[in-house]
Nanobody
Framework: VQLQASGGGLVQDGGSLRLSCKAS??????????LAWFRQAPGKEREFVAA????????NYADSAQGRFSITRDNANNMVYLQMNSLKPEDTAVYYC?????????????????WGQGTQVTVSS
C-alpha cells in the first residue's frame, strides 16, 4: 500500500493541527490494515505516537500523546487522521503514517511494512 501524508505546518504553542494520510494501491482492503503515526525529531529516533487496529476499538497512544492527540480512520475513503491539540514545542518533528497488514495496531516501528513520506510539524514557543 502507498501512503501519502499531509497537513503539517507551523503552529504556535497550544495550537492544533490535523494530519491526514491517504492510502492507495493495495490489493488488500484498507479496512484490514492497522494504521499508526510515528514521529522523528532532529537527532532522535523515530518514535510511536498513536495506532488504531483494523477492528477499530480503543486506539493506542504514546504517553506524550494521550489526552491531546486523537487517531481516527475512515475506511470508506482509505484515510487515517491524527488530530493534535494543545501542541507543544517538543511535538516538533516529521510525522509519518504507517500501515501494518496484521491489523494489530502495535507500538513498535518494525511491525509496519508501509510508510508515508512524512509531513513536518513545527510548534513555536
Amino acid at each position: 500500500v502507498q501512503l501519502q501524508a499531509s497537513g503539517g505546518g507551523l503552529v504556535q504553542d497550544g495550537g492544533s493541527l490535523r494530519l491526514s494520510c491517504k492510502a492507495s494501491g493495495s490489493a488488500v482492503p484498507f479496512a484490514r490494515y492497522a494504521l499508526a503515526w510515528f514521529r522523528q525529531a532532529p537527532g532522535k529516533e523515530r518514535e510511536f505516537v498513536a495506532a488504531i487496529a483494523s477492528s477499530g476499538g480503543l486506539p493506542n497512544y504514546a504517553d506524550s500523546a494521550q489526552g491531546r492527540f486523537s487517531i481516527t480512520r475512515d475506511n470508506a475513503n482509505n484515510m487515517v487522521y491524527l488530530q493534535m491539540n494543545s501542541l507543544k514545542p517538543e511535538d516538533t518533528a516529521v510525522y509519518y503514517c504507517a500501515a501494518d497488514r496484521s491489523g494489530w495496531g502495535r507500538r513498535i516501528r518494525t511491525a509496519y511494512e508501509s510508510w508515508g513520506q512524512g509531513t513536518q510539524v513545527t510548534v513555536s514557543s
